[in-house]
């Protein structure tokens, strides 16, 4: 690949693009993580003491989080709850990416497109912060609601996982829209005429043909979106109560308010290994391979 | 059991744009009915309106008597073949096949018992277990039809189901697919742009050119007389000669052609002198004769192609430029025919057809 790149462009041009190509992974990708990876295994000591006798290699940090029962249960309940996030971003994003593929004509579809990513020229805290209007208890849907006469008194979405999970499905739907408009767009319409040809209901069309011809799609776009829930700060920040912390709040505590990094350097990497263990697990369960994802 | 599809008083409209103009149209129960004309005819639309994919602007469909119009495709008696065969590529080839009672509920002994008997129905015993890329152009294709069989069908649909096939496959399918007709009895309706197969296969076949039935008949007749200038144009090849009737005299027409003179032929329809008619000669008709004989055309020849069992001239008539082709036995090709050269063919005016009008 090396020489086709000389031959196109010329030997300096082409050492020159692929060393910086290398300064960017190894300095600002590759070391840092080391770093954290050497952080995570030290204890956290004064300047004066590191090197010293007491700067050794441990486990300890990694093991504070399984005798920290408060820790461990904000740590499950971010898994837990960053499926359900996906699983509704999924419902959500499939219908919609069923009627891009299949069912609206290219104007009506590119139209729809756009509506949908224009949002998200707009930062995610700004995007985040307009929810938190929205839902909050003075905000227009309690207004609209009550003016509607569909509840008596303000709700408080804001207390508890609703906000949470609304703005992150918000936030990531695009992630789930366009793998699962893509997989879905490949499927030949004959497919979904042979089966509704040969006696398919709609739900037997969707269960036999088209969710199993959108797999690889549905799956790249869950494990986006997982990724992306597990790993969020700014959405659980702000629409998120006491009660619905994420554990990369507690991540952020450990590094800013602690002043403890190596603590944090474990906890981050304690939610990577979930989070990569978690889809490993899944994509078994569901016999998706990696080659699947990559198309 | 009654499985004719009956097209009662059918239009077919998107926007402004006619797909299928006023039609109506009975295919009897048991019939192998081909529809046959040209791509963007309408002949898919008259398909995907029978299987319920389309619902016709005005007009109903029914089989077996029964009205269509608030049956969904899901649950019509009808079954298709698609062009590009719509296998499901993720599933097995017996799983392809019970797709359809699957769906229906049908117990999964019951199911295998009907694969098992379909698949040795399209010569594919022992294939159930494999995946559909595994097999063949050919064998796919009896798998669709075993496909759509299973779901036991009034009537089979089919759509261009031969055009990806190559020559020789596509000739021994025609004679699988006639065969299969036979022996389940259901109506078949056939859609295709290919002459050959609508002629070898059907029992009655509809021409169809821009959204309207041209002709509907069976084969013999279509190709011995067709009743419109397309039918005439499109089914085999024909010389098409324009011109003027001179006189009528019981089904005898004479034309005149302007510089090619009179000419005579054999009509069915009732034509009145002065109307403009075309007259059609097919080129194995033509036969050598003498100059200035009744029916003979003088014409230059342009080139000579030899197709195994008959030699096909390219040539231009001497009075108005126009090419015509005929074709030649080859026991009856002579030497003097060459390019260039200056001959003489005829016909017998009972086998020169005219039909009236100018124009497709």
């Given at each position: 690949m090396f020489k086709q790149l000389c031959n196109r462009f010329g030997t300096p041009i082409s050492v020159g693009i692929a060393a910086l190509l290398l300064v960017w992974l190894i300095a600002l990708v590759i070391l840092p993580q080391l770093l954290m990876v050497d952080y995570s295994f030290r204890p956290n000591l004064l300047p004066s003491e590191i090197?010293?006798?007491?700067d050794s290699y441990s486990l300890v940090n990694y093991v504070t989080l399984f005798n920290n029962k408060i820790h461990l249960g904000i740590f499950f309940k971010t898994i837990w709850s960053s499926v359900m996030v996906t699983a509704l971003t999924l419902v959500v994003s499939y219908p919609l990416a069923f009627y891009l593929a299949k069912v609206a004509t290219p104007k009506q579809a590119a139209l729809c497109l756009l509506l949908l990513i224009?949002?998200?020229?707009?930062n995610e805290i700004l995007r985040t912060f307009s929810w938190y209007i929205i839902l909050a208890y003075n905000g227009p849907l309690n207004a609209m609601l009550q003016a509607l006469g569909l509840i008596d008194r303000p709700l408080r979405?804001?207390?508890?996982?609703g906000g949470v999970m609304v703005g992150m499905v918000y936030a990531y739907i695009l992630f789930m829209i366009f793998p699962l408009y893509n997989a879905l767009e490949s499927l030949d319409a004959n497919q979904i005429r042979a089966a509704r040809n040969l006696g398919a209901s709609w739900a037997k069309t969707h269960l036999r043909i088209i969710i199993p011809h959108a797999k690889p799609g549905i799956a790249t776009g869950c494990i986006m979106t997982f990724m992306l829930a597990a790993g969020s700060y700014a959405v659980p920040a702000l629409l998120g109560s006491p009660g619905s912390r994420w554990f990369t709040q507690i991540i952020y505590n450990w590094f800013?308010?602690?002043?403890?990094w190596n603590q944090g350097a474990a906890y981050a990497f304690l939610l990577l290994i979930l989070c990569i263990g978690f889809i490993g697990l899944v994509m078994k369960v569901f016999k998706v391979g990696l080659g699947d994802i990559a198309k | 059991m009654d499985s004719s599809v009956h097209l009662d008083q059918i239009v077919m409209r998107f926007g402004d744009f006619?797909?299928?103009?006023?039609t109506d149209l009975k295919i009897e129960s048991g019939e192998f009915f081909s529809f046959l004309g040209?791509?963007?005819?309408g002949k898919t639309t008259i398909l995907n309106m029978v299987s319920g994919f389309l619902s016709p602007t005005e007009g109903a469909i029914r089989i077996g008597g029964e009205d269509?119009?608030?049956?969904?495709a899901n649950k019509r008696p009808t079954s298709m073949i698609f062009q590009?065969?719509?296998?499901?590529?993720?599933?097995?080839v017996a799983e392809n096949i019970e797709f359809g009672l699957e769906v229906r509920g049908v117990a999964r002994s019951e199911r295998k018992k009907v694969s098992d008997r379909l698949l040795n129905l399209v010569a594919l015993?022992?294939?159930?277990?494999?995946?559909?890329?595994?097999?063949s152009g050919g064998q796919k294709q009896r798998i669709a039809i075993a496909r759509a069989l299973a779901v036991e069908p009034r009537v089979l649909l089919l759509?261009?189901?031969?055009?990806?096939?190559d020559l020789k496959l596509r000739q021994h399918m025609r004679t699988e697919l006639k065969e299969i007709q036979r022996k389940t009895g259901i109506t078949f309706i056939y859609i295709t742009h290919d002459q050959g197969e609508a002629l070898t296969m059907s029992d009655r076949v509809a021409v169809m050119s821009a959204g309207k039935l041209q002709q509907v008949a069976d084969p013999m007749t279509l190709y011995r007389?067709?009743?419109?200038v397309f039918a005439a144009s499109f089914v085999g090849e024909n010389n098409k000669l324009t011109g003027k009737v001179s006189s009528v005299e019981d089904d005898r027409v004479s034309l005149d052609?302007?510089?090619?003179g009179q000419l005579t032929g054999t009509t069915r329809q009732s034509l009145k002198v002065g109307e403009e008619a075309c007259l059609f000669v097919r080129p194995e008709y033509l036969r050598r004769c003498e100059a200035d004989t009744p029916q003979s055309l003088r014409m230059t020849i342009n080139e000579l192609n030899f197709e195994g069992s008959f030699v096909m001239m390219d040539a231009r008539l001497h009075a108005n430029q126009q090419g015509v082709r005929v074709q030649l036995n080859t026991d009856a090709y002579?030497?003097?025919?060459?390019?260039?050269a200056e001959v003489s063919f005829n016909y017998q005016p009972s086998e020169a057809i005219v039909v009236g009008g100018a124009h497709v």
């Open positions: 090197g010293g006798p007491k224009i949002p998200f020229w707009i979405f804001l207390s508890g996982n800013f308010e602690g002043g403890n | 006619t797909a299928v103009s006023r040209p791509s963007g005819c269509m119009r608030n049956v969904p590009n065969l719509a296998l499901f590529p993720l599933m097995t015993p022992d294939s159930g277990k494999k995946k559909v890329a595994e097999l759509d261009e189901p031969l055009s990806a096939l007389y067709p009743q419109t052609c302007g510089p090619l002579m030497a003097d025919l060459t390019p260039g």
